[in-house]
């Protein structure tokens, strides 16, 4: 998403959604983008399967990027999930589809196309990221999620 110079408004001109979603809403997605960040930490010891930390969405907002940082080169994979307040205590559902967050190998990992993913989170969703898999050598690893307001 780019920037578009602002519109000089005219009085008596008809504001409309479409435009106010062009200059207001798209440009604030521009220069205050959305994120968060959930820091698995094993204490010293190797990060284990299940580990799940929650964030509650305070806005609306579409799923962009997910990016992993390990302590170590290796090889790890971070479930990334949500659920409702309503729903909570039932199984959350995936956003990853069948393209996982994955370390491979490496200290670092990004999927920037999330053509899988269910991309859309709305107020009140509660985000959760787990290691799927125990993470042999990663003593902490870091999941950032960036997105742009609904």
């Given amino acids: 998403m780019a920037w578009t110079t602002p519109r000089t408004w005219t009085t008596g001109e008809m504001v409309t959604a479409a435009l106010m979603n062009t200059h207001v809403r798209d440009n604030l997605n ?3 983008p959305g994120g968060m960040t959930f820091i698995l930490d094993g204490g010293g010891a190797a990060i284990t399967e299940g580990s799940k930390l929650w964030v509650e969405m305070p806005f609306g907002a579409c799923l962009q990027t997910a990016t992993a940082l390990g302590s170590e080169a ?3 994979e971070f479930g990334i999930v949500k659920n409702t307040f309503s729903n909570w205590g039932s199984a959350a559902s995936s956003l990853y589809g ?6 491979a190998s490496a200290k670092t990992a990004q999927i920037t196309t999330l053509t899988t993913w269910s991309v859309s989170l709305a107020t009140g969703d509660w985000i959760g990221v787990c290691a799927t898999q125990a993470a042999s050598g990663i003593t902490w690893a870091a999941v950032a999620l960036r997105f742009t307001r609904t």
């Fill in 30 to 32: 521009v220069v205050l």
């Fill in 74 to 76: 290796s090889t790890a």
């Fill in 98 to 103: 069948s393209s996982p967050l994955k370390l």
